[in-house]
């Protein structure tokens, strides 16, 4: 399966962006995916995840409360709702897949299926 993100761009702080994951080749049923970003010069870290059959999810605490991620079956793609943006949530947010189970979702290492992320900066 391929992935690919998309839905970055330019924001002011306290706004807003969705995020898209799509997959190609076959359909997410099956998976968990986890949304990761990665700023420069720092290791990727965690976002959210979501089991696609199910719906169970995952955030990092620091995540929490400003960030939703959700699930479209019919279009095969998960979102990530980031609202409130700040500066330092400017990074490459990228998607990924795994069928770990729920106490490894918040590993990157357990990913894979990796797709190009998409570039989100939050200006002050």
């Known amino acids: 399966v391929q992935l690919q993100a998309s839905g970055g761009g330019f924001v002011q702080a306290g706004g807003s962006l969705r995020l898209s994951c799509v997959a190609s080749g076959r359909s997410f049923a099956g998976y968990v995916v986890g949304w990761f970003r990665q700023a420069p010069g720092k290791e990727r870290e965690t976002v959210a995840a979501?089991?696609?059959?199910?719906?169970?999810?995952y955030y990092a605490d620091s995540m929490k409360g400003r960030f939703t991620i959700s699930k479209d079956t019919a279009k095969n793609t998960v979102y990530l709702q980031m609202n409130n943006l700040q500066p330092e949530d400017s990074a490459v947010y990228s998607c990924?897949?795994?069928?770990?189970?729920?106490?490894?979702?918040?590993?990157?290492?357990?990913?894979?299926?990796w797709g190009q992320g998409t570039l989100v900066t939050v200006s002050s």
């Open positions: 990924a897949t795994t069928r770990a189970p729920y106490s490894l979702w918040h590993s990157p290492e357990r990913y894979d299926n």
């Open positions: 979501i089991r696609f059959s199910g719906g169970n999810t």
